[in-house]
């Protein structure tokens, strides 16, 4: 396996640049570099040097980790180098003619930690949270997962698993002894405990997944044509992100806006007033867009004095409160004016309280897509197993329970998806 390299501290200019080296070679680079293998675990001020010509490169503080003891299970060194681009280019020219040595890709570094048993994959794929993470929310639950928060619920249920199983085998063994009645009553508390460990895995997999965090909550402001959506939607983004115009129709397309408010990241989308009588093709397909747009929401701002479709959640605004002849609302009703900012932070409020029920809680742990696809597999093989009085048909659930926790934590079945994974990561990851 090659040795690799990158910088994993941020793209030049700065004023250091940590350039990682992880594989066989790394301590060989090393020593070409810097002419000597400084101390395990302690920074050293070496000259480093061109290894074709003895030309000085830069005086840098090395440091060097023996396998397996380090973030990627293999030899790591670190070179804590000036942060000049040209420094850094200088040095990585220098690694790249020795043997063996290449340039790291995307998350390379993280996935041979993952190869070599340093993190899991819950806890690789929370690391790729954490680094892409830009809300107070996102960070907490994404370093919850980074630090093992998915596995440590993951590798309980497989232990009480594998425990009912191991009960299951023994219970097989025995068989041919005639004592049918305690192995009823144990069949029973064996169904009962496959039964609380699968609502221990319903109730996790019931909480809102990561994605609504990472990607934002989808609200859509819909109502009638000129309704105000577009000069609402600027008013809450602070910027003329949509043309506004007295013209009925003006808005066409999807406008979508991603907005950050309190912790918690919004994409928001101004759509086409709704009509039932368009007045040409492109405004059809305007309108047909904005239903499609509702069907996919988490949150509704709805502008119409109709009343509101009853999903998605949202608040019934009463748009243009300030003009003449607008000034009564109905019960239920929120008066908002993005001309003079009436109603505007109780229109951020009220998104707050509705998109907090549609979130991860920070202080629990959360899954992902593929984490809560296969840990509701395996509640429901724990949910059949309830079911089965035959110890054959109980043992092959609890098998099959078993077979979707490895594959939440990266032990089988899962090599389909790391690329995609990886691809995520910064080089230096």
Known sequence: MDTIYAVSSGAPPAAIAVLRISGARAFDAVRALAGRLPAPRRASLCSLRDPADSTLLDRALVLVFPSPETATGEDLAELHLHGGRAVVRAVERALAVLPGMRAAAAGEFTRRALAHGRLDLSEAEGLGDLLAAETESQRRVAIRSAEGGVRRAVEAWS?????????????????????????????????????????????????????????????????????????????????????????????????????????????????????????????????????????????????????????????WLHARADAPGRGVTQPGQVAVSAATGMGIDAVWEGLAELGGALVPPPDLIALNQRQRALCAAAGDALRRATGQDDLLLLAEELRTALRCFDAVTGRAGVEAMLDSLFARFCIGK
């Open 159 to 315: 232990a009480q698993t594998l425990d009912l199983a191991a009960q299951v085998e023994a219970l097989l063994d025995h068989s041919d002894e005639d004592d049918v009645s305690a192995e009823a009553l144990t069949l029973s508390a064996l169904q009962a405990e496959a039964r609380a460990i699968g609502q221990a895995i319903e109730a996790v997999t019931a909480r809102p997944p990561v994605e609504r965090l990472r990607d934002g909550l989808r609200v859509v402001l819909a109502g009638p044509p000129n309704a105000g959506k577009s000069t609402l939607l600027n008013a809450l983004a602070g910027r003329e992100a949509a043309i506004v115009s007295p013209v009925a129709g003006t808005t066409r397309d999807r406008i979508e806006v991603p907005l950050v408010r309190d912790g918690l990241a919004y994409v928001f989308t101004d759509t086409a007033g709704l009509s039932d009588a368009p007045g040409d093709a492109i405004e059809a397909i305007g309108i047909a867009r904005a239903r499609e747009a509702l069907g996919g929401a988490d949150l509704l701002l709805w502008l119409g004095d109709d009343a509101p479709p009853e999903t998605p959640p949202g608040l």
